[in-house]
Nanobody, 117 residues
Framework: QLQASGGGLVQAGGSLRLSCAVS????????MRWYRQAPGKQRELVAG???????NYADSVKGRFFISRDNAENTVYLQMNSLKPEDTAVYYC?????????????WGQGTQVTVSS
């Protein structure tokens, strides 16, 4: 249902843009989020955005990462600037989808981001 793309290898200080598109049969998309999980660490929330475009960010990425969405395309983006080695992780998109049975939370497959020093 959620397909993430845009990860890769970048040098410290560089930028990457992640995308995540929702596909399949659903009635609507509510909040969309990006999480990340570094080796040996717990998965953490990076940024979230509501359907009305209210955003929130982890303190560690404020001012460097920017989340946005295209409601017409059911796609969420994460623009990552001034990347640091500690941003290295697998990034996962997450969304609340409205189905006939109610709201269901879905995860994407993850995309690797590696920042070299």
């Amino acid at each position: 249902q959620l397909q993430a793309s845009g990860g890769g290898l970048v040098q410290a200080g560089g930028s990457l843009r992640l995308s995540c598109a929702v596909s399949g049969s659903f009635l609507g998309v509510n909040a969309m989020r990006w999480y990340r999980q570094a080796p040996g660490k717990q998965r953490e929330l990076v940024a979230g955005i509501t359907r009305s475009l209210t955003t929130n960010y982890a303190d560690s990425v404020k001012g460097r990462f920017f989340i946005s969405r295209d409601n017409a395309e059911n796609t969420v983006y994460l623009q990552m600037n001034s990347l640091k080695p500690e941003d290295t992780a697998v990034y996962y998109c997450n969304a609340d989808l409205s189905l006939s049975l109610g709201w269901v939370n879905y995860w994407g497959q993850g995309t690797q981001v590696t920042v070299s020093s």
